[in-house]
């Protein structure tokens, strides 16, 4: 009996942590096999609790890049041309926080999570360009990512967080609503 009551009121105690109204801003890297390099990305969501422990968060991600393509025929002499390609990922991620798993300190969060969505792509191409626009090869529009992370209370009301992934991995700034 007296177990459970001190069982009942740890529970309470750690319970009482919300990690939704969060909105999470961060710059980082990311790396897709299909563009061949890593870029800058900027990314943000918003957390929204769900159950104990646990957050599904909307978010949109914002990468763009730029790269070549030789290419030419018996009309247009070969040559390099350039192309750009802006990619907007948006989605849910969902999030589920092990800190009372691991005892945490109320000044951390520590994570794993998962990113479900799909992404917008714009392609635009140099003048001149007469060949195949399609450069996605491998890419689809499913967007999946996987992450692991942690965040740093400075205050009640603002954090900074690292967000380590399969895909898109970024330090920020959270700020609990």
Avoid: C
């Avoid at 969060?22 to 990311?30: E, F, K, M, S, V």
């Avoid at 030789?70 to 926080?97: A, D, E, Q, S």
């Avoid at 003048?127 to 740093?152: C, F, M, N, P, W």
Wanted: aromatic share 16%; proline share 2%.
């Amino acid at each position: 009996m007296l177990a459970a009551t001190a069982l009942n009121a740890q529970e309470s105690t750690s319970s009482s942590e919300k990690f939704g109204s969060t909105l999470n801003a961060g710059l980082g890297i990311g790396y897709y096999g299909y563009v061949g390099h890593s870029m800058p990305v900027f990314h943000a969501n918003f957390e929204i609790d769900l159950a104990k422990n646990f957050t599904l968060a909307p978010f949109i991600t914002y990468f763009s890049y730029e790269k070549n393509h030789y290419w030419g025929n018996k009309n247009y002499p070969y040559r390099n041309y350039y192309y750009r390609v802006t990619v907007i990922p948006i989605g849910v991620k969902g999030t589920y926080y092990f800190d009372q798993l691991l005892n945490a300190n109320n000044n951390w969060d520590f994570y794993l999570a998962g990113s479900l969505g799909f992404a917008i792509r714009n392609s635009s191409w140099e003048d001149g360009y007469q060949g195949d626009k399609h450069i996605e090869r491998g890419a689809s529009g499913v967007y999946l990512d996987v992450h692991i992370g942690t965040e740093y209370h400075l205050n009640d009301k603002l954090g900074l967080f690292l967000d380590l992934s399969t895909g898109v991995s970024t330090l920020g700034l959270a700020v609990h609503l």
